[in-house]
C-alpha cells in the first residue's frame, strides 16, 4: 500500500480497439475485480492503458459498457454512462440510473472509494449506526481512513440521509 498514486502502464495488444477498453481494474485475491483510475494514453502511435492505483496487485483492462436505459436525454447521460461503465455507479437495478433522486451519505462513500479505486475495509469505521453486515460498511470505513467522509458530532455516520452539499 502506498501513500500516493503509483502509475502503472499497460502495452494494448495491436488487434485491440482502444476504443472498447472502459477502465482497468484490480483482480482480487478473491477473483473480484475492482476499477482503478484509468486512461488510453498513444505513444508513437502505439495505445496503452495508464492505471493509477495506491497498491501492488494484479491489474486487467476490461470492456464493460453500460447504458443506463432512463438516461436518455438527460443531460448527464454521457457522464453516468461512463462512471457506469468504469464499475464506479451500479444504478438501482433494472438498468436504471433514476438520475433526479438524492444519494444517501452510504452511496457516496461507495461512490467515491470506488472512483479513486480504494480497497474497501471490513470494517465500519466504528460507527454506532453502521453495522458490519451493511452493505456500505466497507466503503464507509475506507472513506472514513482516507480521511474522505466523516461522521457527526455525536459520533454517528447517517447512512441512509441524504447527503446535502456542504457535505
Do not use: C
Not at 476504443?19 to 482503478?36: F, L
Not at 491489474?59 to 464499475?87: C, I, L
Amino acid at each position: 500500500r502506498f501513500s500516493a498514486y503509483v502509475e502503472r502502464t499497460i502495452a494494448l495488444p495491436d488487434d485491440v480497439d482502444p476504443d472498447r477498453i472502459t477502465t482497468g481494474v484490480v483482480v482480487e485475491q478473491d477473483g473480484t475485480v475492482r476499477h482503478v483510475p484509468t486512461r488510453i494514453r498513444v505513444v508513437d502511435g502505439k495505445y496503452y492503458a495508464v492505471i493509477n492505483s495506491l497498491t501492488n496487485s494484479t491489474y486487467t483492462v476490461v470492456w464493460h459498457p453500460v447504458a443506463f436505459t432512463d438516461m436518455t436525454g438527460h443531460w448527464a447521460k454521457a457522464e453516468a454512462d461512463d462512471m457506469g461503465s468504469r464499475m464506479i455507479l451500479g444504478g438501482t437495478g433494472d438498468g436504471r440510473f433514476l438520475p433526479d433522486r438524492e444519494i444517501s451519505r452510504a452511496e457516496f462513500a461507495a461512490i467515491v472509494v470506488r472512483a479513486l479505486g480504494l480497497g474497501r475495509d471490513q470494517e465500519a469505521g466504528n460507527f454506532p449506526d453502521v453495522r458490519e453486515s451493511d452493505w456500505y460498511a466497507g466503503a464507509i470505513g475506507t472513506a472514513r481512513e482516507y480521511g474522505l467522509m466523516i461522521g457527526h458530532d455525536d459520533g454517528t455516520f447517517r447512512p441512509e440521509e441524504s447527503i446535502t452539499r456542504e457535505q
